[in-house]
């Protein structure tokens, strides 16, 4: 059994002896007890189960974790969705999920959410111009799928937090 060491939200896990094979979903949920990352379609094609991956120069990335096998996060910072709040509060983005009711039945949330976040991050460091934020955020989510068809919901509410703030992500 290969072993692994990562670090999720901050938190150094490992090294951990994993079972071939074992995915990444599996392990956030199985052996470190992490249920916020959901199961969907086990074919990385909705990205319910979506974390961010953080590189080392900086930039985030969103990745599938319901295919991917855990040696694939061997040395990585990953984030999952029990990340975002800091000390109870919730994040810019997380609040406006809330006010716009944006998780109906919360399945696909996590995946939504943690591409929001990869999406503010990137446009903190490469503002755009508004008139490009409706395409920039229907590019950004795509690919996800909401199985109650919320995705006017989610694209209001990373709509509202970069117009919230338009200093910080648009030119």
Request: net charge negative; hydrophobic share 35%.
């Amino acid at each position: 059994m290969p072993p692994v060491s990562l670090t999720i939200n901050g938190r150094s896990h490992g090294p951990i002896e994993v079972r071939e094979g074992l995915c990444m979903n599996d392990f956030l949920r199985e052996v470190l007890g992490m249920t916020g990352t959901k199961f969907g379609c086990g074919a990385a094609q909705c990205l319910s189960c979506a974390v961010i991956v953080d590189h080392a120069d900086g930039t985030s990335s969103t990745t599938p974790t319901c295919i991917a096998p855990t040696t694939d996060f061997d040395t990585l910072a990953i984030r999952t969705v029990e990340g975002h709040a800091k000390n109870g509060e919730l994040t810019p983005l997380q609040k406006s999920f809330v006010a716009h009711f944006a998780f109906q039945c919360g399945y696909c949330t996590p995946g939504f959410l943690n591409e929001g976040q990869v999406l503010l991050e990137r446009l903190e460091r490469a503002p755009i111009p508004r008139a490009d934020l409706e395409r920039t955020i229907a590019e950004a989510l795509d690919g996800h799928l909401c199985r109650c068809s919320g995705y006017v919901k989610y694209h209001q509410a990373v709509r509202d937090v970069v117009l919230a703030d338009p200093k910080r992500f648009l030119t």
